[in-house]
């Protein structure tokens, strides 16, 4: 039996964050959530997710700051989300895997997440090999 993945969701809107964590939840993972920037710098270290879905737009401490402070400690994997695609585009250049953009699709955000956990694991060719002629 595997482990189930850990994730951290980081907004500083709480209903964003209790929706997403049952959405994980309900889909196998073990979700934290944090409301706080500099928070979730220390959840970070403390927990070591598998991946932290990180919002841009955030009081205090914004996303791309948390992103480039995660970043000199942890290669966790990070999506971020965002209303402006060009926040998106500039958090790539920050060390982020991926974006999405707000408000997005749940079942897209379900399938990036998957696709950054399993970048790592690439998926097997179990086809039978063929026979040279």
């Not at 959405?23 to 927990?47: D, H, M, N, P």
Request: without cysteine; glycine residues 6%; hydrophobic residues 45%.
């Amino acid at each position: 039996m595997t482990a189930k993945k850990r994730i951290l969701i980081v907004d500083d809107e709480p209903g964003i964050g209790t929706v997403l964590r049952i959405q994980f939840s309900l889909s196998g993972y073990e979700v934290s959530t944090t409301t706080s920037g500099a928070e979730a710098i220390e959840l970070i270290r403390a927990q070591e997710p598998d991946i932290v879905l990180l919002d841009a737009m955030m009081p205090e401490i914004s996303g791309a700051d948390v992103l480039v402070k995660v970043r000199t400690f942890s290669h966790v994997p990070v999506i971020v989300f965002t209303g402006h695609a060009d926040l998106g585009k500039y958090a790539l250049k920050l060390g982020a895997n991926d974006y999405i953009t707000k408000p997005f699709d749940h079942e897209l955000l379900l399938e990036k997440v998957a696709a950054v956990l399993n970048a790592g694991n690439p998926v097997k060719n179990t086809s039978p090999k063929k026979k040279k002629a």
